[in-house]
């Protein structure tokens, strides 16, 4: 089928480019954002490859429909960005990739926990500078600890085997419960339970108008004070402001995140010559507890394979109108 990749950064062009030797589709890669401005660029091709932050809004489909689109392959889990009841109505297919590497953003989040506790980012610069002194770097043992793990799916079930590792003693909140985790020990507890006794909490459930700012004012003033705070799921899961004002007041402690909510005009490109014109997120970095990594949690070899194997897979069926089980419906 010939595709149209948005978004396409040159490791895409690389990994899908391999796996196509399998699969033969007809690869045109652009580097713009699928957007209602961008949309013409779809014309002519039958299947559109689009990322995290490209907008399928109403705009964007009515446009792509209108020049013979009838497939949207998400080369990602989460389907937010794409405005469902839309796509169904214009009768747009809609396919994505619901697992490639659980570890890797598992093991990215474990990672803001060990920058953030041991300020790894801080002590790195300061032994480069020749500034072998301590202070401002203590930590705290992780083992013994409790952490809260929000969402407990694939990503959730791996952070809380590798917490497990660690010695931690694990909370849960889920709309179900993980049987496997629950064999691994972990107390599944009410939200506000969960708040009020972790020590790090780590956010993995998918970004949904029920989720949307789920950690606030008020979820926030429930934690313990000094709670660290880690997301790698969506940005909008958090209301970046409440954060803001509870890093200033120390009822945050610490907050790792790798998504932001407005992350869609910053992240993946480089904008080092430029002014940042988000003030939120430009007050978010200027603390010394805070950490932001640019949405890399996928960002493995294994993961990037997966993702062109399952994609392309996924556009063959489609192609051969065979059921695909990645398709996504309302
Ligand atoms: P998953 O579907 O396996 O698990 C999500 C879990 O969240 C499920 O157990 C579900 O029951 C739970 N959930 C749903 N609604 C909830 C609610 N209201 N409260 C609490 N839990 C709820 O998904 P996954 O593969 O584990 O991915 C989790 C999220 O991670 C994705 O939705 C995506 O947003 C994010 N993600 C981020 C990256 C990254 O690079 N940072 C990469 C992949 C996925």
Redesign the pocket.
């Known amino acids: 089928m010939k595709i149209a990749f948005f978004s396409a950064k040159p490791y895409d062009k690389q990994s899908f480019e391999t796996a196509n030797r399998a699969f033969n589709h007809d690869l045109t890669f652009f580097e713009s954002r699928l957007t209602p401005k961008t949309a013409a660029l779809a014309a002519g091709f039958p299947a559109v490859c689009v990322f995290i932050n490209d907008e399928l809004s109403e705009d964007t489909l009515r446009e792509i429909v209108a020049n013979e689109t009838q497939l949207i392959a998400l080369r ?3 389907f937010n960005n794409v405005d469902l009841d839309i796509a169904t109505a214009l009768n747009l297919k809609v396919v994505r990739v619901p ?1 490639y590497s ?1 570890h890797a ?1 598992a093991e990215h989040a474990v990672g803001l926990i060990m920058m953030l506790n041991r300020k790894l980012y801080k002590a790195y610069n300061r032994v480069r500078e020749g500034n072998f002194a301590l202070q401002g770097l203590l930590g705290f043992d992780l083992h013994g600890k409790n952490i809260g793990v ?7 079930e791996c952070f809380a085997r590798i917490m497990n590792g660690f010695g931690c003693n694990l909370l849960a ?4 419960e ?1 049987p496997a985790l629950v064999e691994l020990g972990t107390q599944y507890v009410e939200l506000p339970t969960l708040l009020a006794q972790s020590d790090v909490i780590s956010l ?5 108008p ?2 949307y700012h789920m950690i606030d004012e008020e979820s926030i003033r429930q934690m313990k004070p000094g709670t660290m705070l880690i997301n ?3 940005g909008g899961l958090i209301d970046t402001k409440a954060a803001i004002s509870a890093l200033k007041s120390g009822q945050l402690g610490h907050l790792g995140i ?2 932001y909510e407005d992350e869609g005009s910053l992240f993946f490109q480089d904008l080092s010559d430029t002014v940042i014109q988000d003030d939120v997120f430009q007050l978010l970095q200027s603390f010394p507890n805070v950490v932001i990594t640019a ?4 960002f493995t070899q294994e993961a990037l394979t997966n993702i062109a194997n399952t994609t392309l897979a996924n556009i063959r069926d489609i192609e051969t109108g065979n059921a695909c089980e990645n398709e996504v419906s309302l």
């Open positions: 990602c889990a989460g697992a659980p953003v929000v969402g407990t799916g694939k990503i959730g909140y889920d709309v179900r993980n993995h459930c998918p970004l949904l029920d989720t790698t799921s969506r790798d998504v949405h890399q949690g996928f």
